[in-house]
């Protein structure tokens, strides 16, 4: 056990947010903590690494436990470059390798036993903290994270938040504490970094909390959840999937324990009033005895009411025709080319993923989707009757200055008040909220509103850009059942893999020069590109042993040749060797020279096939 937190509360200008928080961590664990947005999950982290106080409750830490913490906010030397700002990490490495040097340089003159054991002693915890491969785990965190060495030279003080937040998880990675506290790390990485980074914290050797909306994530790392709900702690050994089926079926089997307490403590209550209405005294005694059994019963509370989530259901208007859209050759470019030869189709009903590495351009897509840009090249074709519903993730479809009652009443003029409050309500914007500016209202808020337009616009294609950014897990949830009860087609863009899995019927990988199709949701089609992967890998493999085996035949056919070039060259050698014995040409000094000369010349020709046959042998 390296920590634990025992009946932990924090409360805020007197309101409870952590009522009571309970769980332990130990070695190698990995322990995910989910709860809605506002729950408390920063909070705990915070009050984790002593950056928050608690009111009551115990902390406990192992002396040994060293801390790391990544919060969504952080501060970084603007002034290092990229890779000084990871390279600072091993400031106290680079100094024992500096002493290392030093005296390396005594002991060229001195060899006193004080500085032999100093050398042993530094030698042996520089190889042991990694003195030998720091500098390509820094590399490799660099990279990981998405920073290619053309950026490893810029000044952290020119970066975007994401990326300074990308630079602190990174420096947290290769310090390598006994316990990460990561506050959502998933924030600002695309795809493939999120991948290398699950990778990277499933082989953590140490423990790692992690707060994360994102589900696929905390089901590839993590191996505990930490549910926080109303102030309370739940612990679940097991994934997000299992968690969610076993969290229902428990909330239903205490929903139904308690209702049955209800109605036996009525029952009884019942009878205990009916004997009491006969007036008698045998009655009255039986009251009474059954009114001190209904005292000693267990009387059992009612389970917490989940937070009301968003209630959503999307219904067409009309039925579209069945081809929906045909993208073909599209190509579109700004200063450089952007993206060119995409092509994709989507047909009624489907629910289409448009995935891809940030900066692609699958936003610009939707937007000449949309007709708010026109393509450099390519054409895209709208199917019959189609009528689209755009959710932009920057909300830019909302007037910041009008009220949530005014948004709806200005884009629905035909709708009643009550209507209109009735649609406010049903994404919980009750009572007096519906007249909140939308100004003030957080990511996630924003995000309802666009929603419940796109509900009130009956379309019957659906284009999402991030649906799910701002909202917690369970709003999510209900969202993707809505989803996937929605009468009409779906193309979407989301980083969330688990959004992705459960809605999608084709993946569209979007690549600079072309896209590729997949059937079947985020899951097949990380099968089918692992399998393409193998088999280009296989296909590789096999050329290379085709060339090799063809190379090792061509090296075969040079070794016969040069031995009977050899062969043939020692036989001349022997006889200019006899030739030169020979009277009359001795006598000759015209001849002599001339068979001195070939004889030198195939002497040394001799050499070099030898040489280059001792070569082709190794």
């Not at 002593?50 to 009551?56: M, P, T």
């Not at 990694?130 to 060495?149: A, H, I, P």
């Not at 809605?503 to 985020?522: F, I, P, R, W």
Request: with cysteine.
């Amino acid at each position: 056990m390296i920590l634990a937190c025992s009946s932990l509360k924090k409360s805020f200008q007197g309101i409870d947010l952590l009522k009571d928080i309970t769980f332990k961590i130990e070695e190698h664990d990995k322990l995910a903590i989910i709860g809605v947005n506002g729950a408390g999950k920063s909070t705990l982290l915070k009050i984790l690494c002593g950056e928050e106080s608690y009111d009551s409750g115990d902390i406990f830490k192992s002396r040994e436990t060293s801390l790391g913490y990544l919060s969504q906010h952080n501060t970084i030397n603007s002034h290092l470059s990229v890779y000084d700002a990871l390279l600072e990490v091993f400031d106290p490495l680079i100094e024992k390798e500096k002493r290392i040097r030093d005296l390396e340089q005594q002991m060229a003159t001195n060899h006193s036993d004080e500085i032999m054991k100093e050398y042993d002693r530094l030698t042996y915890e520089f190889e042991r903290d990694g003195g030998y491969t720091y500098q390509s785990q820094l590399k490799g965190v660099l990279k990981g994270l998405g920073f290619d060495e053309s950026m490893w030279d810029h000044q952290v003080g020119i970066l975007s938040g994401g990326q300074k937040t990308r630079i602190s998880l990174g420096r947290l990675l290769l310090l390598k504490p006994s316990l990460l506290l990561l506050d959502e790390p998933t924030n600002h990485l695309d795809v493939d970094s999120i991948e290398w980074l699950e990778g990277y914290l499933k082989n953590y050797p140490h423990a790692i909390i992690i707060v994360s909306h994102d589900r696929y994530f905390i089901d590839q790392v993590s191996n505990q959840i930490l549910e926080i709900e109303l102030g309370k702690s739940t612990l679940y050994k097991c994934s997000y999937q299992d968690y969610a089926i076993i969290k229902k079926h428990n909330r239903e089997i205490d929903l139904k324990h308690y209702i049955d307490n209800q109605k036996e403590i009525k029952r009884m209550q019942e009878s205990i009033d009916l004997l009491k209405s006969y007036g008698r005294e045998k009655q009255v005694k039986r009251a009474e005895s059954k009114e001190k059994a209904l005292d000693k019963m267990e009387k059992l509370d009612r389970p917490d009411a989940l937070p009301q989530a968003i209630q959503i259901q999307f219904q067409p208007l009309i039925e579209s025709g069945y081809d929906v859209l045909k993208v073909k050759d599209l190509a579109m470019s700004f200063d450089k080319p952007l993206f060119e030869h995409i092509d994709f189709e989507v047909k009624k009903e489907e629910r289409v993923a448009l995935i891809g590495p940030n900066g692609i351009g699958k936003t610009t897509l939707f937007h000449i989707l949309l007709g708010d840009m026109i393509q450099q090249a390519g054409k895209i074709k709208l199917g019959s009757k189609v009528m689209i519903g755009y959710y932009d993730q920057e909300h830019t479809s909302l007037s910041f200055h009008k009220t949530i009652f005014q948004e709806i009443s200005d884009a629905y003029p035909q709708m009643t008040n009550t209507e209109i409050r009735s649609a406010c309500a049903s994404f919980q914007f009750k009572g007096e909220d519906v007249f909140k500016s939308i100004e003030v209202l957080s990511g996630g808020e924003r995000g309802r509103i666009v929603l419940m337009k796109l509900l009130l616009s009956r379309c019957n294609f659906l284009v999402l850009d991030e649906p799910t950014n701002h909202l917690d897990i369970e709003s999510k949830e209900v969202l993707e059942d809505a989803l996937m009860s929605f009468q009409g087609t779906i193309l979407f863009i989301s980083h969330d893999r688990y959004f992705i899995n459960k809605l999608a019927t084709k993946v569209v990988e979007m690549k600079k020069d072309h896209a590729l199709t997949y059937s079947g949701n985020y899951g097949t089609y990380i099968e089918n590109k692992n399998s393409v992967v193998v088999e280009k890998e296989k296909n590789t493999a096999y050329q290379q042993q085709k060339k090799n085996q063809s190379e090792i035949r061509k090296q075969q056919n040079q070794v016969k040749k040069i031995e009977k070039d050899i062969s043939l060259l020692e036989q001349r050698i022997s006889d200019l060797n006899e030739f030169i014995h020979d009277e009359d040409i001795c006598n000759d000094y015209v001849k002599y020279n001339e068979i001195i000369k070939e004889l030198d010349e195939k002497n040394a020709l001799l050499e070099n096939l030898l040489n280059e046959w001792e070569t082709l042998q190794e």
